[in-house]
């Protein structure tokens, strides 16, 4: 019986074969993407008539198929380059890397020569320095005899691993194929959810999922997707989270459908922030300096054999895993990425900028759908990602504790600014781009700094290093500055801050969602779909379902005080209203309330008056940067059968994605609609979006407001058995505009 073929990219067989050494990251920061395709382009240019690019080769060992595309070729050399950008100086750069490059461009040679029936062929490594432009080439020749013959070795060597990988997938195929729900029966509005999204990915669509709290929603569109896996024949799916409690939730319902099904053998893993899974994070990453780093790849294949057989990959158990082998926790897992079957993470791991799942996708290239748990945080979320802010007060420190050799260039990009804070009419401006004087003086400082950093890579400054960072990110972000995005300045006294503000993430977002075969985004608050699919970038083709509530409305009951008015200039004179209403319910049915308000000040002044008419009343409030414990605390605050209010601030911690079943919550008060502030970055962004869209006032305030006021008022109701009320204490609430707003099973009174 032949074997079924496995197919590895140039790229990760070399790297699993022919990586060595330490794990080394002082070489570094690398090109962006963008900065590597141009480096390759000027590298094609430089080269003669006839030279050839991205050159589409595969060759076959045994059952393995390898395949990849060579940088470039020029026939009346007869030289294959691999093309390689970088920053700093070559000699720095570590031997394994230079080990690993040799690596990749001799299987190509190889791939090359079987292709076209070569003799022999000479192998170029080219070091394009992004900075100067300037290139080092770095030959040898080869017999074809000799490259077969190190291909052969590389695929030797990963033969067994992908043996074992082949015989996972047919297993874990075979297993999701007849993989049974892991409770006795759907819930009400479950089962369209699984169908729905069953159905998305067996026709390669995205989807838009409207679904009320409480169905649960992470089960029905997990188990639906692993159930397509053998169908689509996908290799991956990501399940990627708002927050740490999703990703809980996640993993638990992961671990729920494996114990339903002993035979499945799926692997699993969580991916942790690097600072969260760093062991000792006075040390840099290399292995002059960590112990982890030292020697990382050299044991890295037992880690990875151990890892594997773990099967669920959480926090806890990759840690226990990286410890025992003495590697590096967070890069094993990176490592085990590209062996897992579900990858349990932060939206950024896929949306960011440099996100590592979407290169990872992109690159090997693996066949992936996507769930996106409340997808509604995405639209804020993608902002701050492709949002950068360059502080003065930060270069000013970075002034005074770079060497001197720095301090010219860092100087004249301090008067560069200077120059733009001159010409600031008032506070804050928006301008229609970056000037081209002080984008130059940035990039010649952050060279600069390249520069000494690759120079001095034991030298710790973090103020240097703080301002570095800023000012990369903005020199990306820069680069494709269009109308989706804001250049404000912020005026204080006689320094500034500078901010590429994006406002429409869709440009950015729109690749990552083409790159998937499906992408799921699920919440209980995606209205207006037109708001969402705008402002995203989904697909024209994207499906939406929206799932009937399966709740009845005598459940809860919904009630409009229509006499408060709670906008800043009414606030003081709201506030007997407000207690006077929270008051008349408590009297009414004493239990747990949750009350919410538009800021921290506001919920003080209620609270202060709540407490003064109230002082029988148990309550508890929400304070600023409250750590996870002390989160924990407020919530164990509402006990089953418990009475008391806690105060807590709208779109805040407490507003969505906790779970407060049965008479540990029977209502929540609700003393806002939850508008973003009217400021002047607020009226810029109202602005665009009229500009774009046309709704100015809807896409800024009333949308993101309102879907802030669905998502506490959804803290009450969680199951069919829970009775609770929502106040609803704004004049307001009764415009029919917001009505529309509302969830369709809401009764309002």
């Known amino acids: 019986?032949?074997?079924?073929?496995?197919?590895?990219?140039?790229?990760?067989?070399?790297?699993?074969?022919?990586?060595?050494?330490?794990?080394?990251?002082?070489?570094?920061?690398?090109?962006?993407?963008?900065?590597?395709?141009?480096?390759?382009?000027?590298?094609?240019?430089r080269r003669g008539a006839g030279y050839e690019t991205e050159i589409t080769l595969s060759g076959e060992h045994q059952h393995l198929q390898v395949r990849g595309r060579a940088d470039g070729y020029d026939p009346r050399l007869n030289r294959l380059e691999e093309i390689k950008t970088f920053r700093g100086s070559l000699d720095r750069q570590p031997d394994n890397h230079r080990h690993l490059h040799w690596a990749q461009v001799m299987v190509y040679g190889w791939l090359l020569c079987q292709a076209r029936g070569l003799d022999e062929l000479e192998l170029a490594l080219v070091y394009l320095d992004i900075g100067s432009n300037d290139e080092t080439v770095l030959r040898q020749r080869c017999t074809a005899v000799q490259l077969q013959a190190h291909f052969e070795v590389q695929c030797e060597r990963f033969l067994a691993w992908a043996d074992q990988e082949l015989a996972h997938r047919a297993a874990r195929d075979w297993a999701l194929t007849a993989l049974p729900f892991p409770h006795a029966d759907f819930r009400p509005g479950q089962r369209d959810l699984a169908e729905?999204?069953?159905?998305?990915?067996?026709?390669?669509?995205?989807?838009?999922?409207?679904?009320?709290?409480?169905?649960?929603?992470?089960?029905?569109?997990?188990?639906?997707?692993?159930?397509?896996?053998?169908a689509q024949k996908l290799d991956k799916v990501f399940f990627l989270a708002a927050k740490t409690s999703g990703r809980g939730v996640a993993l638990k319902a992961l671990d729920l459908i494996q114990q339903s099904a002993p035979a499945l053998p799926l692997r699993v893993i969580e991916l942790v922030a690097k600072d969260k899974a760093c062991e000792h994070p006075d040390k840099a990453c290399h292995g002059s300096s960590c112990p982890l780093a030292e020697g990382f790849y050299d044991r890295l294949p037992p880690a990875r054999k151990a890892a594997v057989r773990a099967g669920t990959l959480d926090k806890?158990?990759?840690?226990?895993?990286?410890?025992?082998?003495?590697?590096?926790?967070?890069?094993?897992?990176?490592?085990?990425?590209?062996?897992?079957?579900?990858?349990?993470?932060?939206?950024?791991?896929?949306?960011?900028?440099?996100?590592?799942?979407?290169?990872?996708?992109?690159?090997?290239?693996?066949?992936?759908?996507?769930?996106?748990?409340?997808?509604?945080?995405?639209?804020?979320?993608?902002?701050?990602?492709?949002?950068?802010?360059?502080?003065?007060?930060?270069?000013?420190?970075?002034?005074?504790?770079?060497?001197?050799?720095?301090?010219?260039?860092?100087?004249?990009?301090?008067?560069?600014?200077?120059?733009?804070?001159?010409?600031?009419?008032?506070?804050?401006?928006?301008?229609?781009?970056?000037?081209?004087?002080?984008?130059?003086?940035?990039?010649?400082?952050?060279?600069?700094?390249?520069?000494?950093?690759?120079?001095?890579?034991?030298?710790?400054?973090?103020?240097?290093?703080?301002?570095?960072?800023?000012?990369?990110?903005?020199?990306?972000?820069?680069?494709?500055?269009?109308?989706?995005?804001?250049?404000?300045?912020?005026?204080?006294?006689?320094?500034?801050?500078?901010?590429?503000?994006?406002?429409?993430?869709?440009?950015?977002?729109?690749p990552r969602f083409a790159t998937a075969h499906s992408v799921t985004l699920f919440s209980a608050t995606l209205q207006p779909r037109q708001f969402y699919g705008d402002l995203l970038g989904l697909p024209v083709d994207t499906a939406w379902v929206e799932v009937a509530s399966p709740f009845d409305p005598a459940q809860l009951s919904v009630q409009v005080a229509s006499r408060i008015s709670t906008r800043y200039q009414h606030r003081q004179a709201s506030l007997p209203k407000v207690v006077d209403v929270m008051a008349r319910q408590y009297a009414q049915q004493a239990g747990n309330y949750l009350a919410f308000f538009s800021s921290f000040d506001y919920l003080d002044e209620v609270a202060r008056l709540w407490a003064e008419r109230m002082p029988q009343v148990a309550t508890w409030k929400q304070s600023r940067r409250m750590s996870e414990g002390e989160q924990a605390q407020f919530l164990a605050r509402f006990t089953e059968g418990g009475q008391g209010v806690g105060f807590a601030v709208l779109g805040g911690s407490f507003a969505e994605g906790i779970d407060l079943v049965g008479e540990r919550l029977i209502g929540a008060f609700i003393a806002t609609l939850g508008l973003p502030q009217v400021n002047e970055v607020n009226e810029q962004i109202r602005q665009r979006m009229h500009d774009i869209f046309g709704d100015g006032y809807a896409y800024t305030y009333l949308y993101p407001g309102l879907q802030k006021v669905v998502q506490a008022a959804g803290r009450v109701i969680r199951t069919p058995t829970d009775r609770g009320v929502v106040h609803l204490m704004d004049d307001r609430f009764g415009r029919p505009e917001v009505r529309g707003l509302l969830p369709a099973w809401w009764r309002v009174g």
Not at 14 to 42: N, V
Not at 198 to 224: D, E
């Open 196 to 230: 729905s999204v069953y159905k998305a990915n067996s026709a390669g669509r995205c989807l838009m999922v409207q679904a009320p709290t409480g169905i649960g929603k992470t089960i029905g569109t997990i188990f639906p997707l692993l159930k397509a896996c053998p």
């Open 1 to 45: 019986m032949l074997k079924k073929t496995y197919t590895v990219a140039v790229r990760a067989l070399c790297e699993f074969t022919a990586k060595q050494g330490d794990l080394d990251l002082r070489f570094t920061p690398s090109p962006t993407a963008q900065e590597g395709m141009a480096g390759h382009l000027l590298v094609a240019s």
């Open 316 to 510: 806890a158990t990759l840690r226990a895993v990286a410890l025992a082998h003495q590697v590096c926790p967070y890069y094993l897992g990176q490592e085990m990425v590209r062996w897992a079957d579900a990858v349990v993470g932060d939206y950024n791991y896929y949306f960011d900028l440099s996100a590592m799942l979407h290169g990872m996708t992109v690159g090997q290239p693996w066949k992936v759908s996507v769930l996106v748990d409340e997808a509604h945080n995405l639209v804020e979320r993608a902002r701050k990602m492709y949002t950068a802010e360059l502080s003065q007060a930060s270069l000013g420190a970075a002034r005074r504790s770079a060497p001197v050799a720095l301090k010219k260039s860092l100087d004249r990009l301090h008067k560069s600014w200077n120059a733009l804070n001159k010409q600031q009419p008032g506070d804050y401006q928006v301008r229609p781009e970056v000037p081209e004087g002080f984008t130059f003086a940035l990039q010649q400082a952050t060279h600069a700094i390249t520069e000494h950093l690759v120079e001095h890579p034991t030298v710790v400054d973090g103020a240097l290093q703080d301002f570095y960072f800023e000012a990369l990110h903005f020199t990306r972000l820069s680069e494709s500055f269009g109308e989706h995005s804001l250049f404000d300045i912020s005026q204080f006294g006689k320094q500034s801050t500078l901010c590429l503000r994006n406002v429409v993430p869709a440009n950015f977002l729109r």
